[in-house]
C-alpha cells in the first residue's frame, strides 16, 4: 500500500513522477505528454563508443574551409576567427517580389524577405562547439551579437534566427562547424507564439516569464543542468526531446547585444560545458538542433523578451536510438517516456571534459 507524497515545495510528486500526465509549455502554451511508466523498466541504454571520424583540421574538399571556393564560384578568404557570407542557396531572398494571393480567405499566401547567412564557428574544419577554446566560441558569440545588431536595424527584417543543425541525422550536409542565420521580414511561428506568452506574463507581473521560470527552477534544482554567474542550463519542466535543454541569462536581456562581456563570456562557457556533457552521455558528437531565441527587430521595444536559446536533440538512449515524432505527436501532440528530472540528472553525472581532443 502506498500514498502519495505530499508536494512539498517544487519537487515533481510521486504521482506524476511514475504515472502518465500532461505538462504544459509557459512559452507557447502547448502540452506534452509524458509517460514516465514506460520508462520504468532498467535503463537500456549503452554507451557506443562511435569511433569519431577523426577529421582532419583541414580539408580541401569542404566548401567552408579557407581558402576554398564554394559551388557558387566564390572562394573563401584564409580567416582566422569566424567567418559569416551569404548562403550561396539561400532560403530566403531580400528582393523576393511583393506578391500576395487569397481565395475565399482558404487559399492564402504572401511573398516573404529576408537574408539566409552562413557563420562557420573557425577556420578548423576538426573543431565543434565542444572542442573549441572559450575565448574562441566568445568570438562567435560576438558574431551573432554584430549580426543581430546589423541585420535587425533593417526596416526590411522583423526577425532574426541564429541556429545551427549539428549532425548529419539533423540534415546537416558539411562536418565543418558551423550555423545559420535566417533573418526575415516576418515572425515566424515558433517566435510569434512565445512573443504572444511572454508578452501577456510581463503584463500582469512586470517580470520576464523565463526570470520566473529561472527562479523557480533554480530552486527545485531537480532540473538543473549546469550553470554560471551569467547563465543556467535546464532541461525543462516542459521538455519534449529527450535531453532538450534551455539556456536562460540570468540578468532578463532581449537579446545577445544587451550582454556586457561577462555575459557573453558567460554563454561561450554554458556553451562548451553543456554541449561537452552532450557528447559524452552516448559517447558520440552529440547531433542537435539549436538556436537563440531573441526579440524580434520590429523596431518596438521588447521588455517582456528574455534571451534564451533551445537545444533540441533527437538521441533516445545511445548514439543511435533516436527520437521520432511521429503517429500520436503527429495527429495528437508531443510524448515523451523519460521524465525531464530523469534526463537533467544523466546530464548533470555527464562530464565536461572534451570527448575527444582531435588535432592540436
Ligand atoms: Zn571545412
Ligand atoms: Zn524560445
Redesign the pocket.
Known amino acids: 500500500m502506498s500514498f502519495p507524497r505530499p508536494h512539498f515545495g517544487f519537487g515533481v510528486p510521486d504521482a506524476l513522477a511514475e504515472q502518465p500526465h500532461r505538462r504544459l509549455n509557459p512559452?507557447t502554451g502547448e502540452w506534452v505528454l509524458v509517460s514516465p511508466h514506460r520508462a520504468l523498466r532498467p535503463w537500456q541504454g549503452q554507451v557506443e563508443e562511435v569511433p569519431a571520424d577523426t577529421p582532419e583540421a583541414y580539408d580541401p574538399t569542404c566548401y567552408l574551409c579557407p581558402g576554398n571556393t564554394r559551388a557558387g564560384g566564390h572562394r573563401n578568404p584564409d580567416y582566422a576567427g569566424p567567418f559569416v557570407f551569404d548562403n550561396d542557396f539561400a532560403a530566403l531572398k531580400a528582393d523576393s517580389p511583393e506578391v500576395q494571393m487569397n481565395v475565399e480567405d482558404i487559399l492564402v499566401a504572401r511573398g516573404e524577405t529576408g537574408v539566409a547567412r552562413v557563420i562557420c564557428f573557425s577556420p578548423r574544419h576538426d573543431l565543434s562547439l565542444p572542442e573549441m577554446e572559450i575565448p574562441a566560441i566568445r568570438a562567435v558569440v560576438d558574431v551573432w551579437a554584430d549580426e543581430y545588431a546589423r541585420l535587425g536595424s533593417r526596416p526590411d527584417i522583423g526577425h532574426v534566427q541564429i541556429f545551427e543543425n549539428k549532425g548529419e541525422m539533423m540534415g546537416c550536409s558539411n562536418p565543418h562547424p558551423h550555423g545559420q542565420i535566417w533573418a526575415q521580414r516576418s515572425l515566424p511561428m515558433?517566435a510569434a507564439r512565445?512573443l504572444a506568452h511572454q508578452a501577456e506574463h510581463y503584463r500582469r507581473h512586470r517580470r520576464t516569464l523565463l526570470d520566473d521560470v529561472l527562479q523557480v527552477e533554480l530552486r527545485a534544482r531537480e532540473r538543473l543542468v549546469l550553470e554560471n554567474d551569467t547563465f543556467a542550463v535546464f532541461v525543462p519542466f516542459w521538455a519534449v526531446w529527450p535531453f532538450e535543454t534551455l539556456v536562460i541569462s540570468r540578468e532578463p536581456v532581449a537579446d545577445v547585444t544587451a550582454l556586457d562581456d561577462a555575459g557573453r563570456d558567460g554563454l561561450a562557457d554554458v556553451l562548451k560545458r553543456l554541449t561537452a556533457r552532450y557528447d559524452n552521455l552516448f559517447g558520440v558528437s552529440f547531433p542537435y538542433s539549436a538556436g537563440l531565441?531573441q526579440a524580434p527587430t520590429d523596431g518596438e521595444d521588447h521588455p517582456e523578451w528574455h534571451l534564451?536559446m533551445?537545444f533540441y536533440p533527437p538521441l533516445l538512449r545511445s548514439a543511435t536510438v533516436r527520437k521520432f515524432m511521429v503517429g500520436y505527436e503527429m495527429l495528437g501532440e508531443p510524448q515523451r517516456d523519460v521524465t525531464p528530472e530523469s534526463s537533467a540528472e544523466r546530464l548533470r553525472a555527464a562530464s565536461e571534459t572534451p570527448r575527444a581532443r582531435r588535432g592540436g
Open positions: 512559452l515558433a512565445e531565441h534564451h533551445h
